[in-house]
């Protein structure tokens, strides 16, 4: 049974809507990431999960009860679940004090507490700070006593807004591990919402897609990076290339698209006739100077068109009849000699190319 369930969630501010629909089921001891752009509504379903707020319409439920929108039983529930806010709040107290305040407020004799703070210290590596006063940290370590507040309250279910996003690296590796530890040892439900889709992939069991108010897509990072069930969710996961076509074959399974001409092998069981996308991910294109055997089934010669370098990364733009983009490494790029105008061989298997059904404007 899942142990928190959203239903025919809706909410809006005034006139505006801000969440729309949402169906979501999040089971014991998963990690469930949220990702979404900057205003999709994110953190709104955090606040409404972990009833600080009260939605429009729609209902909640936790291990298998309807919360109710008030009262004793709404307060019980909202004590089993903790939220980690984007920017950490912490008080004008020792690292100690701050990580203990919840326990004393809920009636804890003062030599359980002493044990559950150091110990829960020592898990987030501030055991050395218990006696600094928490304003003096860096965001990275003030981060981790906001984490440390809300573990040692032993929630049921964690909700983390935005955990890294103020960060630096080495802090949010920090944070990261961490938080993986937790879902790991203790077993803890945690939803988390994250603008980094990395973040997404590496810490979640599963994944939701949140575009303007609507959850468009859940599912695993397979499902999410490499199955997009719609174009706008393609687009927002970086599958660059999203090319219209149409199936002119079909045998037992591989199927063959008409890209202007140009034509494509994938694995759909899209009937001949059928409008489509065909998606590659950039990182799924191997560029070569010749034309080389492989099993891969789609090769075609092409020129750059345009090299953009990203730390150990290049963005090769060519154009092979039709416009595509690869990822490849920056060393890769230089052997290659990739600049503009040079010819190339692109190759993809047939497997790493995901059809869509293309809706057709009228």
Not at 129 to 156: F, I, W
Request: overall charge neutral.
């Amino acid at each position: 049974m899942s142990l928190i369930e959203v239903t025919g969630l809706n909410h809006r501010y005034g006139e505006r809507a801000i969440l729309e629909n949402i169906n979501l089921s999040v089971d014991r001891g998963e990690v469930f990431a949220l990702i979404g752009p900057t205003g999709a509504g994110k953190t709104t379903l955090l606040r409404i999960i972990d009833l600080l707020e009260v939605p429009s319409a729609g209902e909640i439920y936790f291990n298998g009860k309807c919360i109710p929108w008030s009262g004793k039983q709404r307060l019980e529930i909202r004590r089993r679940m903790s939220f980690i806010h984007q920017k950490p709040q912490v008080f004008n107290l020792s690292v100690y004090d701050n990580v203990a305040c919840g326990l004393g407020w809920r009636g804890e004799e003062r030599d359980r507490i002493a044990g559950k703070v150091d110990h829960i210290l020592e898990m987030v590596g501030l055991k050395g700070y218990k006696n600094r006063n928490a304003r003096t940290l860096s965001g990275g370590e003030a981060q981790r006593v906001a984490l440390a507040r809300s573990l040692v309250l032993e929630p049921d279910v964690l909700l983390l807004d935005e955990p890294t996003a103020n960060l630096d690296p080495v802090s949010t590796t920090k944070i990261e591990q961490l938080i993986s530890y937790v879902a790991r040892q203790r077993n803890t439900t945690m939803i988390m919402a994250t603008h980094d889709m990395s973040q997404g992939q590496q810490l979640a069991d599963r994944i939701g897609v949140l575009l303007d108010g609507r959850l468009v897509q859940t599912g695993n990072a397979t499902d999410i990076f490499r199955s997009p069930q719609n174009e706008e969710v393609a687009h927002f996961v970086g599958m660059e290339n999203i090319i219209e076509g149409v199936i002119i074959a079909n045998n037992e399974g591989i199927a063959t698209v008409n890209i202007g001409g140009n034509a494509i092998q994938a694995v759909s069981s899209y009937p001949v006739g059928k409008e489509v996308y065909a998606c590659i991910r950039p990182e799924d294109i191997t560029l070569a100077l010749s034309s080389t055997q492989s099993s891969a089934r789609n090769s075609f010669q092409a020129k750059v068109t345009q090299v953009t370098f990203l730390g150990p990364l290049s963005r090769v733009e060519i154009n092979c009849g039709f416009r595509l983009v690869a990822l490849v490494t920056k060393i890769s790029a230089e052997e290659l000699n990739l600049q503009v105008g040079r010819e190339v061989y692109a190759t993809f298997k047939a497997t790493g190319v995901h059809i869509m059904e293309r809706e057709i404007s009228q």
